[in-house]
């Protein structure tokens, strides 16, 4: 009886060994980008908190709390994790030695320091004090554009033909023409065909599908079926996907500020779909094949909104009434993008980065005694959502979304108000889980 559970049990180790650690190498560091990067979460939920009570006038109004929570979850939560992680997973795949913790240290301060500048320039209305941290933004992600440029110049032409890398470089370049329309957006005045509003759609374009969307997406094509023990479904699909990506974010930026929605937008927007839906594709495949767990389960589930205002779009650009007025069709789908999509792989990251990175010079060692290798552990994925946790948790993001689109009907509090109670106690308690892995990690390896 012992010998058949026994020997299955090695066969499944050994795959996992098979599927993991050729592509471990050196184990990645955690920066005080990480460490910010919950941070961040963590005054995100309070901030969703207090404009959920604001939304039932509950609590005093305060006019900045909307552009605050969205951007401490993007610019603070997504970007500091992305800022800490791309360039130690870029040096991986190409072989090359990551940025030194003296030049991580000095960009962490840059960057933070520039997000509060940022933030008080916005929320109190002094220009000078905005420009000033967008500015400093904007040349500490050419930085991390620069380093990953040199990374690939310097490695060889095999691993810099890997779609991951191209993702890799095209994240911040894009997220550098974001930046940038944010300039027109909130200080200075840009006279463009598409006027303010097509600034913002494409600042949006840039930031969300672009920098957030196209880095998520590279990594989570190498890290995913880490997560479930499998192989990548389908690496053609893979390649397929990238080109498809990168010839549809440009018109989705273009576009907008042009004018040009049903033309250029429509037609950006219908390559980056057809790149994401192979991408999809690609991930459910290889979700079936493996060995499922409630950290891969939300991630994947979470790729159904990222293209949430995408659904919307072609009624918007071709004058198709829905009966819903347009800034809330807007808010809503950028409910959906950033709840729904980015929210959830900004928590999971968080998790992964909890359970498996280590300051520099010291030794990290799962619960089962298994050193942990790279972003993934080698056994023993953490998990702290289950089936149920991850319907709920959509459930909640549809239902407040419709919230939002219905607003000025009666029943729309009946939606809005248990949507967020579920979303805020699924966030608060997979940031209490995220610290309590952390901590379960950090007791000292025993001595040989």
Known sequence: MSGPTAQSSDTRHATADRVRR?????????????????????????????????????????????????HFVTVGAFTQLLFGTLPQLAARKLGRPAPSSRTTGAAFLGLNGALVLAWYGRAFGEPLWFEVGLATIWLLTGWLFAALVAMARRSDGERVRDPTVGFYLLSPLVYLLGLGLAFGLFSRSLDVPGGWLGLREAHVHANAWGFLGLAAIGTLYDLFPRLVDAELYSKRLKRYSFPLFALGIVPLVVGPVLEMGRTVTAAGLALYAAGYLLYVYTLFRTYRAGTTNGTALSVLAAQAWILGPAGFAPFVLFGVPLGIPE??????ALHFFFLGWALP?????????????????????????????????????????????????????????????????????????????????????????????RRSVRSPAPRS
């Open 22 to 70: 050729p592509d471990d190498g050196p184990s990645l560091s955690l920066t005080p980008f990480h460490a910010a990067g919950v941070g961040f979460l963590i005054v995100g939920l309070l901030l969703a908190l207090y404009q959920g009570l604001q939304e039932f006038g509950l609590v005093p109004a305060a006019s900045w709390i909307t552009w605050t929570h969205i």
């Open 327 to 332: 800034p809330r069709l807007e808010t809503g």
């Open 345 to 437: 792989i900004a928590l999971a990251g968080s998790l992964l980065v909890a359970r498996s990175l280590e300051w520099p010079g010291t030794d990290v060692r799962s619960d089962a005694g298994d050193r942990t290798h790279g972003f993934v552990p080698v056994a023993g994925v953490p998990s702290v959502v289950g089936t149920r946790t991850v319907l709920a948790w959509n459930l909640a993001v549809l239902v407040v979304g419709i919230g939002f689109f219905y607003q000025d009907q009666s029943w729309s509090a009946l939606l809005r108000g248990p949507g967020y109670a579920v979303l805020l106690g699924v966030w608060g308690y997979y940031l209490v889980r995220i610290v309590g892995h």
